[in-house]
């Protein structure tokens, strides 16, 4: 069964460092996302990306953070200058269409900020 | 904006017995519904989803109810098995892609 993959699985960084999240979605799918869950909470949308763009994002979606498709499999997320209260577990996930249709999700990547 | 709760944070209930997990939303444009399972260390499974056009839909052992009159939905499992032991979230969306999600239940099997 196809599944949403992440790498890594555990990141731990100094404040202020870029770090890079990286997904590989299902591969027929044509909208990726990007949640966070910050330990305990629950999950928040960061961003929706369709067609190399990115179609709807959140207010915690700042200029810190940014989206890409490199090529035809990868989807990154990119924090250029982490801060301690990026520390969470961040989640890509995919779906076929849009709305209305099952975003599947990856393991997730646990970022630690010191 | 939107707001999604539930209504306990811990369920604990015996094996073999039927669990009822509620959410309630503030949004009545909502127009799709899921039920994800998170176990720790996990993404988000999804278990179950239902469209505002409908009331109720049944998987396997699971069922969601959607009362969209008073913004409630519900999540019931059959026969809970302590593999059933997880966190479940509901979450939604209206008017765009994005899912919000509620705040999570613990569900806790005992045997």
């Known amino acids: 069964e196809p599944e949403v993959t992440q790498t890594p699985s555990h990141q731990v960084t100094q404040m202020g460092q870029e770090v890079i999240l990286r997904c590989v979605p299902i591969?027929?799918?044509?909208?990726f996302y990007w949640y966070r869950q910050i330990l305990g909470q629950k999950v928040e949308f960061l961003v929706s990306f369709y067609n190399n763009e990115i179609s709807e994002k959140s207010e915690i979606f700042d200029d810190q953070f940014s989206v890409e498709r490199p090529d035809g499999s990868n989807f990154t997320l990119k924090i250029r200058s982490t801060k301690l209260e990026d520390s969470a577990m961040y989640f890509c996930a995919s779906c076929y269409f849009g709305d209305q249709e099952t975003q599947y999700f990856g393991p997730g990547t646990r970022l630690l900020v010191l | 904006g939107e707001s999604v709760g539930l209504h306990l944070p811990t369920l604990s209930v015996q094996e073999g017995d039927n669990s009822i997990i509620n959410c309630a939303y503030s949004n009545s444009a909502s127009d799709y519904f899921i039920w994800y399972k998170q176990e720790s260390g996990k993404g988000p499974q999804f278990i179950i989803d239902i469209r505002s056009n409908m009331d109720k839909r049944q998987g396997q052992r699971v069922t969601v109810l959607l009362n969209k009159t008073v913004k409630h939905l519900s999540l019931q499992i059959a026969a809970t098995q302590p593999g059933d032991s997880a966190v479940y979230f509901c979450a939604l969306t209206g008017g765009g892609n994005k899912l919000t999600f509620g705040t999570g239940t613990q569900l806790k099997v005992e045997l």
């Open positions: 591969s027929n799918h044509l909208y």
